[in-house]
């Protein structure tokens, strides 16, 4: 028989297992584990902008003295300090951290500066850490400005060994400057950077009109500014909206800039002349997070396959700066055109998300405004300022005890020399004769004999009175908020001329202005519009032959078949086929199988019913009217513009009952104003065009009235000129009839016999 094993104790371990519910057990310690994830590893704080993991490394780098006037040391070293001292996490993802602090593509206002390759924005991985070496930057030592002077708090680390600070005290807004992404449990964050110069404007205006309205803030601080420049075309009021609220998103596009080209205006659309009328399209920046080396693969893709045929080749020539050049494939493109067929196709234009998700001093998760957002801030920064002067006090408090106790000293030294030879406990004695604390006495016995020469009265008096001095002004500052917001904006001012518009690091590199109208862009407009002889045969085989042939041309069909249909196109354009079950189906006419064969079956392409018969192909213009009758008698006008199908299922058009069949799809011709319609009764009955209604879809209106049979034919006309139909034969000679006034009657009516020597198959073209 086995028994439980007991602890060195004696206890049973099976004694602390305490029966609960699982899911209240489940819920207690997901909760633990969100709020951990929220609070110390994915949202920034506000006061600093940093993570934990960010703000460990930089502390341990100054704790190595990696300062930016000493030399770099190994990224490994400075790895094995975080996860061994501070953050016991992956060696991995501790080096991932400082790798991103490293690069100027990935951060506006780099925090660590990198020797060795530490990646780039091809989307390369930097070395391994054990290759690379690092420091950090004059902004980074911004950022940790105070961390002597009793400004934050000092918090143990995991294992109680050693100190961090809590948060970072320097005056540099890293929240808005390099801004943050993280996601936690149930919540994410997503700032972009901003330009230092326009965010000290916005704080200072923000300190002298604490209640400032959004939208003068707005005209200070003008939205993202990134680390790999681009465009924001967006309107002032969605950027405006978006840090109103703390959430909302805006496109980044790559910009287009050609250096070198001769004329101003091409050097900003980004177009480089090569003589003869040639021409190519230089992209010098790309959208923020955007990988160069994946969107020219995202380019190449289109290319080949063929979503980007007006672009004839991509071409990588970046060194330092971005270059890739784009080649058209005609010098005749639009490069607009080739612009926007760019942002819709490629990661030319992205979105970014603006999600204004941050820890506030009490480490609570808020979405702030701009507003709210800049106000927390300068109550953190006004909070660090008063607590480094109180610590400056209380240093200078210990600093005027010891001067007022060398003081006595200097006065008495014969007396105090002759109490330290004396005397075995010289201590207890001098402070019963002169009066002096604990302190006074024990720094005056520590001094050592050289320093009995610095014992000059003027001096140690002179030392006391500017000490006196500067308590008064700490004094004055501490008791009053209009001095202290005085002297947070005389730091921010002196901030800004480090970081201003005129100097390399601070000149804004994002350009901020609303688009113009996009060009209408759609695949059609990517088509080079060739002439093409569409043919389509008895039995439902289509092809497309180069250039505009014969119409009456002998073209060849499989056995057994024979000509249907042989019309004139464009390869821009689009064929619509009505089927006599009244459904049309729209194809590219640039999608035609070639005419070296007899084609392809067009059911291949659409999904016709192997029942229906195909009755006419037209070519869709914008505008166009189409004539519709049924054999029923009943029938509309429709525009071609509402008949276009999206799917190769096709769009029903026409509403057919029984076994009823759509007979006629005929243009409706310019200045045309008469319809004429003729029976199987051979009836003919002639009406205006405006008693006919326009329809996008339905069965229509009665165009003549039938006791047997049905509709055979219908066409459009003008009255003045008079109402044709082909005689027939291979003259293929045309009749008109131009009285034709005795057979217009009221739409739907009977009609009459038609004139004589009209085709005895009642149509009007055989």
């Given amino acids: 028989m086995t028994t439980a094993k007991t602890d060195d104790s004696g206890a049973d371990p099976f004694d602390a297992i305490v029966d609960a519910p699982f899911d209240s057990a489940l819920s ?109 930057t004059k902004t980074a030592m911004r950022l940790m400005e105070g961390l002597d002077a ?118 900003e659309a980004g177009i480089e002349r090569l003589g003869g009328g040639q021409w190519q399209l230089v992209i010098s920046e790309i959208p923020y997070q955007v990988q160069k080396g994946k969107l020219i693969e995202q380019i190449a893709a289109a290319i080949g396959d063929r979503k980007l045929p007006i672009l004839e080749d991509v071409r990588d020539e970046s060194d330092t700066a971005v270059r890739i050049v784009l080649i058209p494939r005609s010098r005749n493109v639009d490069p607009e055109l080739l612009k926007e067929s760019l942002y819709k196709l490629t990661d030319m234009e992205t979105r970014f998300g603006l999600n204004l998700n941050v820890l506030d001093h009490s480490r609570t998760p808020m979405v702030m405004g701009l507003k709210e957002l800049l106000d927390n801030w300068i109550a953190s920064q006004i909070g660090i300022l008063q607590r480094r002067s109180q610590h400056r006090l209380d240093q200078i408090a210990r600093r005027l005890e010891l001067v007022e106790g060398y003081i006595i000293a200097f006065l008495n030294l014969d007396r105090v020399i002759e109490i330290i030879r004396t005397e075995d406990e010289p201590k207890p004695l001098m402070m019963e004769e002169f009066k002096l604390t604990d302190r006074q006495a024990e720094a005056i016995l520590n001094m050592r004999l050289r320093s009995l020469r610095k014992l000059e009265e003027m001096q140690l008096r002179n030392e006391k009175d500017e000490l006196l001095q500067e308590k008064d002004e700490l004094d004055k500052l501490l008791g009053s908020p209009a001095r202290q917001r005085t002297r947070l904006k005389r730091d921010l001012n002196a901030l800004r001329k480090e970081y201003g518009e005129d100097t390399a690091l601070g000149k804004r590199r994002t350009t901020i202005a609303e688009a113009a109208p996009a060009i209408e862009f759609s695949m059609d407009a990517m088509i080079e519009k060739e002439p093409v002889t569409v043919i389509l045969s008895q039995k439902g085989w289509i092809r497309g032959a180069k250039g505009h042939l014969p119409l009456d041309q002998d073209f060849k069909y499989k056995e057994g078949d024979g000509p249907a249909f042989v019309i004139h196109a464009q390869t821009t354009d689009k064929l619509l086929l009505a089927a006599d079950n009244g459904r049309f189906f729209t194809l590219g006419a640039d999608k035609l199988p070639g005419a070296r064969g007899f084609g392809e079956p067009v059911r291949n392409t659409l999904d016709i019913e192997t029942s229906a018969q195909i009755i006419a192909v037209v070519v869709h213009e914008k505008g166009k009217r189409l004539l519709l009758a049924a054999s029923t008698g009943k029938g509309f006008a429709a525009v071609t513009d509402e008949l276009l199908a999206e799917t190769r299922k096709g769009r029903q058009v026409v509403n057919l009952p029984g076994d009823a069949v759509l007979r006629v799809v005929r243009p409706i011709e310019q200045g045309h104003d008469h319809v004429a319609v003729v029976g199987e009764n051979r009836k003919l009955v002639v009406f205006n065009l405006e008693e006919l209604p326009q329809m996008s879809r339905g069965q229509g209106n009665k165009l003549q009235n039938y006791r047997d049979g049905g509709l055979s034919d219908a066409t459009t006309f003008t009255m003045e000129e008079g109402l044709s139909w082909t005689m027939g034969g291979k003259e293929g000679r045309t009749r008109t009839e131009g009285e034709m006034w005795q057979w217009k009657v009221a739409r739907g009516g009977a009609g009459r016999l038609p004139p004589q020597g009209f085709p005895r198959d009642n149509r009007f073209d055989s």
């Fill in 28 to 136: 207690e310690r997901y909760l633990v584990y969100a709020l951990s994830t929220i609070t110390a590893r994915s949202l920034p704080d506000l006061r600093d902008g940093l993570k934990p993991v960010h703000r460990r490394l930089l502390w341990t780098m100054r704790q190595l003295k990696l300062d930016p006037a000493s030399g770099f040391k190994k990224s490994a070293r400075v790895v094995g300090e975080v996860i061994g001292k501070y953050h016991p996490h992956g060696d991995t993802a501790a080096y991932d951290a400082m790798v991103r602090l490293a690069q100027d593509f990935a951060l506006r206002y780099p925090l660590v500066e990198g020797q060795g390759n530490f990646g780039n924005i091809d989307g390369d991985n930097a070395a391994a850490y054990r290759y690379t070496e690092a420091r950090l």
């Fill in 150 to 267: 009793g400004t934050v708090d000092f918090i143990p680390t995991y294992n109680n060994e050693e100190e961090e600070p809590e948060v970072m005290p320097g005056l540099f807004p890293n929240l808005l400057a390099n801004g943050a992404s993280g996601i936690a449990v149930g919540m994410a964050t997503n700032i972009p950077s901003h330009n230092v110069a326009e965010i000290v404007d916005a704080t200072l205006e923000v300190i002298d009109n604490p209640h400032v309205e959004h939208a003068r803030l707005m005209e200070l601080f003008k939205g993202p500014d990134f680390p790999t420049g681009g465009v924001v075309p967006e309107s002032t009021e969605t950027i405006s909206h978006a840090y109103e609220t703390g959430r909302g998103s805006f496109r980044v596009r790559g910009r287009f800039h050609a250096a070198e080209a001769e004329k101003a205006e091409d050097r």
